[in-house]
Each structure stands twice: as structure tokens, then as C-alpha cells.
């Protein structure tokens, strides 16, 4: 007797939107910090999240560490944020848009910003050097950039700024230059930027100050040679 055929067992619905929807929750701080107060707290407890990092480690952070260190109770700490998840991601992305905010201040589109190319770039790289710096627990957090799903696109839309950012300046310092030219330059910059000042910042190469030097002569080699296109053009 023939065997009777089965029927293919329909596709169990994707739980991801809802994982998705949970996980942002998780994340997201519990009120926005809209008064000075308000904001002053919020920095005391990622900047003391940073340093809990940085001197002890990702894996023994906890909301009672954070919150000695800031110097308030927990209590305080979960008005702002849910869990130390929340604290963590809360201090990448503050991170990132802080160094936004400091490439969009160089900008020449405004009057304070640089007017010439060398000088733009050459004040991204010492401004940028410096926020590496004075980021606490940098290391840990530049790891979680890549490891943590929930972060990727947070990352993705950074990185996007930034090269649109760069490529616009450049764009306005050599204005023959082709869009597509200009924002694979910038990409590249921007590549290069971030690696050397890992190397040098993050992993502590014992000739750190060498090679921020030579970050700036990468880019002004690449600032030449953009300039030359777009002579040329």
C-alpha cells in the first residue's frame, strides 16, 4: 500500500519583530533628560559607567557600581535607564554622536568652521585623537561596535553620516571633484582614521604619538591627490 503523503508543515511564524521590539525596549532609556538637572545626571552616570569599564571591566559592571561611582543612589539611576544594557548602549551611541557633532563643527558650510582643506583635516584627526582619548572604557566599547546585534544599526548609521560629512566638505574644497570620488575618499579617511587611532589609543601602541603623525600624513597625501583631480578635471 502506498504511503500516504504528508503535507510540508507550514513555516512558523518569524518571532524576530517582536525580539526586535523587546530588545529596543530593553534599551531604551526609561525618560529623556529635558532640564539641565536631568542631563547632568545622565552624563554622571555614563561617564562613571565608562570608568566602572575601563578599570574593572565590561563583565563586572552593575547598576550599583554605576550609580556609587556618579554618586547617587540606584534608585535615581532606574528613573533614567532600566538595566546596565540600557547604560552600556546609551554610552556608544553618546559617543558617536559627540564625534558627529565635532566633524559637523569643522565643517566649512559654517563660518567657524575650517576654509581650507589641510586645516579641516588636520583638525578632524587632533579633535577626533582627543575623544579617543578622553573616552573611558573605549576598548570594551569599541569591541561591542561589532559584536552587538543591537548596535549595527546604530553603527551603520554613523558611519553613513560621517562619510556624507566628510565627502560634502571635500566636495567644497575641490568642487571638480565627481560626488562618487568624493565620498569614496571620504570613506577611506574615514576607515583609516578610526583603525590608526584604535591602534594607537585603544590597543596602546608604544608609538602612539608616531603613528597620529602619520594618520595626518595619509590624509593630506589623499587631500593631494583629490585636489590634483580635480585640477585636472
Keep these: 500500500m502506498a504511503k500516504k503523503k504528508t503535507s510540508a508543515t507550514a513555516p512558523t511564524p518569524s518571532a524576530t519583530p517582536a525580539t526586535t521590539t523587546a ?3 530593553m534599551l531604551a532609556p526609561r525618560r529623556m533628560p529635558n532640564q539641565a538637572r536631568s542631563r547632568e545626571t545622565v552624563e554622571l552616570v555614563l561617564r562613571a559607567a565608562g570608568t566602572e569599564i575601563e578599570q ?6 552593575t547598576t550599583r557600581r554605576i550609580a556609587a561611582l556618579a554618586g547617587i543612589s540606584v534608585g535615581t539611576l ?5 538595566n546596565k544594557q540600557a547604560i552600556v548602549y546609551a554610552l556608544v551611541t553618546d559617543w ?12 566649512p558650510q559654517h563660518p567657524e568652521g575650517c576654509q581650507d582643506m589641510l586645516t579641516y583635516l588636520g583638525t ?6 582627543q575623544m579617543y582619548i578622553d573616552q573611558p572604557g573605549l576598548g570594551a566599547l569599541v569591541t561591542m561596535l561589532s559584536s552587538v546585534p543591537q548596535l549595527r544599526d546604530a553603527v551603520r548609521e554613523h558611519d553613513e553620516r560621517s562619510i556624507t560629512s566628510v565627502a560634502s566638505a571635500l ?3 575641490a568642487p571638480g571633484v565627481e560626488p562618487a570620488e568624493a565620498r569614496s575618499m571620504a570613506h577611506t579617511i574615514i576607515v583609516i582614521a578610526h ?20 594618520l595626518k ?3 593630506f597625501a589623499l587631500a593631494a591627490r583629490l585636489q590634483l583631480s580635480s585640477q585636472t578635471l
Excluded: K, W
Aim: aromatic share 6%; net charge negative; with cysteine.
Design 56 to 61: 574593572n571591566g565590561l563583565d563586572s559592571l
Design 96 to 107: 558617536m554622536e559627540r564625534i558627529l557633532a565635532v566633524m559637523d563643527a569643522l565643517h
Design 195 to 214: 583603525e590608526l587611532l584604535c591602534e594607537a589609543i585603544v590597543r596602546e601602541a608604544p608609538d602612539a604619538a608616531t603613528l597620529i603623525r602619520n
Design 217 to 219: 600624513v595619509c590624509v
Design 124 to 129: 578632524q584627526v587632533d579633535q577626533l585623537s
Design 78 to 82: 532606574y528613573e533614567y535607564f532600566p
Design 23 to 25: 530588545t529596543e525596549d
Design 171 to 173: 566636495q567644497h574644497f
